[in-house]
């Protein structure tokens, strides 16, 4: 079974600069995660999406992050413009539904200078 | 509010010997609990969980958690510890429907 795919691995932008990345899930997959790990600390949940509705968006800091799941399969987030403190690996992580185990892509490296 | 605790940053065990990665939780109601696993540069992997029935729960490459309802504890386990179970360990709780909250991670160090 193939795992959850992210990419880039690596990105490095400067500020004010807009990027985005993607993720595919695990096939049959309905729910879908986004999270925000910064060096040192746990991964913080951006987004979660159920199939292609939203569920959880709370802690997504809308001004400048923005997430879709266009026929509730791959995603994509992106932020526009970013910020110095918005450096932090992004985690895509998927599951059957909301009450099973979630299951994390390699994740993407964002550095901003 | 949930919360979850992992006292120890670096947790250092010679190969062979039994290892304990301990983290403790905060919720209101029944708690959902996870152990995650993150080697360098690669995703979180899961390990194990718990979310009703026997307290002891057995989970990927030999590891065992205990959930402690009285002492809101959920340490993780291993009898004998490998060189290669050196990684980041990350305790997870959420209650129902609510999101996953993580601990701050502790490092296990095997050493040979």
């Given at each position: 079974e193939a795992g959850v795919a992210q990419?880039?691995?690596?990105?490095?932008?400067?500020?004010?600069?807009?990027?985005?990345?993607?993720c595919n899930p695990i096939s049959g997959h309905a729910t879908l995660y986004w999270y925000?790990?910064?060096?040192?600390?746990?991964?913080?949940?951006?987004i979660q999406f159920q199939n292609n509705g939203?569920v959880?968006?709370?802690?997504?800091?809308?001004?400048?992050?923005?997430?879709?799941r266009l026929k509730g399969v791959d995603s994509?987030?992106?932020?526009?413009?970013?910020?110095?403190?918005?450096?932090?690996?992004?985690l895509c992580a998927s599951s059957l539904d909301w009450q099973r185990a979630q299951y994390f892509g390699?994740?993407?490296?964002?550095?901003?200078? | 509010?949930?919360?979850?605790?992992?006292?120890?940053?670096?947790?250092?065990?010679?190969?062979?010997?039994?290892?304990?990665?301990?983290?403790?939780?905060?919720?209101?109601?029944?708690?959902?609990?996870?152990?995650?696993?993150?080697?360098?540069?690669?995703g979180l992997?899961f390990?194990?969980?718990?979310?009703?029935?026997?307290?002891?729960?057995?989970?990927?490459?030999?590891?065992?958690?205990?959930?402690?309802?009285?002492?809101?504890?959920?340490?993780?386990?291993?009898?004998?510890?490998?060189?290669?179970?050196?990684?980041?360990?990350?305790?997870?709780?959420?209650?129902?429907?609510?999101?996953l909250?993580?601990?701050?991670?502790?490092?296990?160090?095997?050493?040979?």
């Amino acid at each position: 079974e193939a795992g959850v795919a992210q990419s880039p691995r690596y990105k490095i932008i400067e500020k004010r600069q807009s990027v985005a990345f993607w993720c595919n899930p695990i096939s049959g997959h309905a729910t879908l995660y986004w999270y925000q790990q910064i060096l040192g600390q746990g991964p913080k949940l951006l987004i979660q999406f159920q199939n292609n509705g939203v569920v959880d968006d709370s802690q997504l800091p809308k001004d400048r992050f923005s997430a879709e799941r266009l026929k509730g399969v791959d995603s994509t987030l992106k932020i526009q413009p970013a910020k110095l403190e918005d450096s932090a690996v992004y985690l895509c992580a998927s599951s059957l539904d909301w009450q099973r185990a979630q299951y994390f892509g390699p994740g993407t490296r964002l550095t901003v200078t | 509010a949930q919360s979850v605790a992992q006292p120890e940053d670096q947790v250092n065990v010679a190969e062979g010997n039994p290892l304990t990665v301990k983290c403790t939780y905060s919720v209101s109601g029944n708690p959902y609990l996870f152990w995650y696993v993150q080697y360098p540069n690669r995703g979180l992997q899961f390990l194990l969980k718990y979310i009703t029935g026997d307290n002891l729960v057995k989970g990927s490459y030999g590891f065992e958690a205990e959930f402690n309802k009285s002492q809101t504890s959920f340490h993780l386990k291993k009898p004998s510890a490998l060189v290669s179970d050196s990684a980041l360990y990350f305790c997870a709780v959420r209650r129902w429907t609510d999101k996953l909250i993580f601990g701050t991670g502790t490092r296990l160090q095997v050493f040979p």
